[in-house]
């Protein structure tokens, strides 16, 4: 299991696009994927659009990303950098 930590980078937050681009990643990969979100411990699956969009992320919000799997290595690696990225926004 790998764990770790990303920030919303981009302005608009974890919108409708940028939530549909993470379950599209996510579901590419066979390991559960979740999300945690820190500040008022909101749990998302990633690879559900309706789960990842109750996180209402907004820029700055930290969330805590926790992976387990046969492939949880290049999913943490994936997944951190579409947030490190912006979702392609920035």
């Known amino acids: 299991m790998l764990r770790g930590q990303v920030s919303i980078v981009n302005d608009l ?3 409708a696009r940028a ?4 379950v ?3 579901s590419g990969f066979s ?3 979740k999300l945690l979100r820190i500040d008022n411990a909101v749990i998302a699956d990633a690879k559900s ?5 109750t996180l209402a992320a907004s820029k700055g919000v930290v969330l805590e990303i926790e992976i ?10 994936a997944i951190e950098s579409i ?6 926004e920035m």
């Open 68 to 77: 387990d799997g046969v492939d949880e290595s290049p999913a943490f690696s």
């Open 13 to 15: 937050g974890l919108h």
């Open 31 to 33: 390991s559960r994927i």
């Open 24 to 26: 599209r990643l996510a």
């Open 49 to 53: 659009i309706l789960s990842v969009l």
């Open 83 to 88: 947030f490190a990225n912006g979702f392609g």
């Open 19 to 22: 939530a549909a681009q993470l």
